[in-house]
């Protein structure tokens, strides 16, 4: 597992998870990646501690695609990014793709492209992991951004139409066909929301990796434009991440036990 997205309806709490994912991962002792793609919210920068986002690959008033050096590789690693293009607080790295900033600016499609073109190339090590906030909706997918990643995480509250487009994006998770799917429900108030929502997932044959209940620090930090810290919701983060890292493991044993049964 070294490519995520995290995915979902618009308003679902997206750039939230993806915070506590990048928090919790880099104190697992990950170098961690948080590539903001949502060309809308600007707040991931805010959520992750930092005072400013940095230079975005996409900026309209620099006139449009920066193209790194770096793309010209074959293979790109984390250390050949040039400090230009992020900002970094400890084992997290900020990378954001671009914003909508200006009236008639354009379709975010050159911004897409660069994103898909840049997860291609990455080549990560062992103990490196990216993780995309992506915009709302299911655009990205056809974009053919999951094309390159490992895993997609969508994040669903307790309302049907949050279900309707997870039930959207495992599809067009499965017409991919190269990564794996996991649901995160979120903003969970009680035990009976979780319930009816498990049970319309799993309906849908909707894999959950867990939940996250309200948590009512979080809900400051977003109301203030604050760094998210220390909460309970972290905490049920970080069982999610193991889960996670356990499921990827158990999947690595199984291709690595299948290698070693198929004739030669």
């Given at each position: ?28 002792g ?12 600007p ?36 250390e ?8 970094q ?29 840049l ?31 490992d ?12 279900v ?19 649901a ?15 049970e ?9 990796v ?15 434009g ?15 991440v ?6 990827n ?16």
């Amino acid at each position: 597992m070294k490519k995520v997205t995290v995915c979902g309806k618009g308003g679902g709490g997206k750039s939230v998870v993806t915070a506590l994912l990048a928090n919790v991962l880099a104190e697992e002792g990950y170098t961690v990646l948080a590539l903001d793609t949502d060309e809308s919210n600007p707040g991931l920068y805010r959520m992750l501690g930092f005072d400013h986002s940095g230079t975005a690959l996409v900026e309209e008033f620099r006139g449009g695609a920066h193209i790194m050096r770096e793309f010209e590789l074959e293979k790109i690693s984390l250390e050949d990014i040039s400090s230009e293009y992020f900002v970094q607080k400890g084992k997290i790295k900020l990378i954001v793709a671009g914003k909508i900033n200006v009236a008639f600016q354009g379709c975010a499609c050159t911004l897409g492209a660069i994103v898909k073109h840049l997860l291609g190339k990455l080549d990560l090590k062992e103990n490196e992991i990216v993780v995309v906030d992506t915009e709302a909706g299911v655009e990205h997918f056809g974009r053919g951004l999951e094309k390159n990643v490992d895993v997609v995480l969508v994040v669903v509250e307790p309302y049907f139409e949050s279900v309707v487009v997870a039930e959207k994006i495992s599809s067009l998770t499965k017409q991919i066909g190269s990564c794996k799917l996991w649901a995160i429900i979120n903003n969970i108030s009680t035990q009976e929301e979780e319930q009816g929502i498990r049970e319309k997932l799993e309906d849908r044959g909707i894999k959950i990796v867990g939940s996250i209940h309200h948590d009512s620090q979080i809900a400051k930090a977003c109301m203030y434009g604050k760094a998210i810290g220390d909460s309970q919701a972290k905490e049920e983060v970080r069982e999610i991440v193991h889960s996670l890292l356990e499921k990827n493991n158990a999947d690595n044993r199984i291709e690595q036990n299948n290698d070693k049964s198929s004739p030669s």
